[in-house]
């Protein structure tokens, strides 16, 4: 095969096809990576967003499904005080007992009397208070 020289840096071997100088196929190559990079960079900013964009839709979900469960429990609690005043009203009795037993016991430090009394105390009053709120 005849190399025809045509341009100053370019010959050609076959009719029509050029090959240039190992400077600018470098450059090209360059390039090449250059447009991988960018197009790498975008698909991996597209993922992030998509996956923003998920995550942040879980968590509205979650919120709005919390949210609602707590006003549908506060509504039965508001029912429940507005249709037995009395029982609601030794339930809070017994509860700010109960508490107040166990800051009581918390401040005295190790285990004394009141610690020992007082956690019982805490249990068997949660437990008559989640009796009434079931029914």
């Known amino acids: 095969m ?4 045509n341009e100053p840096g370019k010959t050609t071997g076959i009719k029509g096809a050029t090959s240039t100088s190992p400077g600018s196929a470098s450059q090209a ?3 090449d990576l250059a447009n991988l990079a960018a197009t790498a960079t975008q698909r991996a900013r597209e993922g992030v967003q998509s996956a923003y964009d998920e995550t942040k839709q879980v968590v509205n979900d979650a919120y ?3 949210s609602e469960v707590l006003s549908n429990t506060y509504d039965q609690a508001m029912d429940y005080g507005k249709e037995n005043p009395g029982k609601l009203t030794l339930i809070a009795l017994g509860a ?3 508490i107040g037993v166990l800051l009581a016991s918390g ?3 190790g285990r004394s009397r009141s610690s020992r009394i007082g956690e019982p105390i805490v249990a068997a009053l949660s437990q008559v208070a989640m009796e009434f709120f079931r029914r």
């Open 2 to 5: 005849e190399n025809i020289k």
């Open 107 to 109: 401040f005295a430090g």
């Open 64 to 66: 709005g499904k919390t």
């Open 96 to 98: 700010g007992i109960g």
């Open 29 to 31: 190559a360059v390039g």
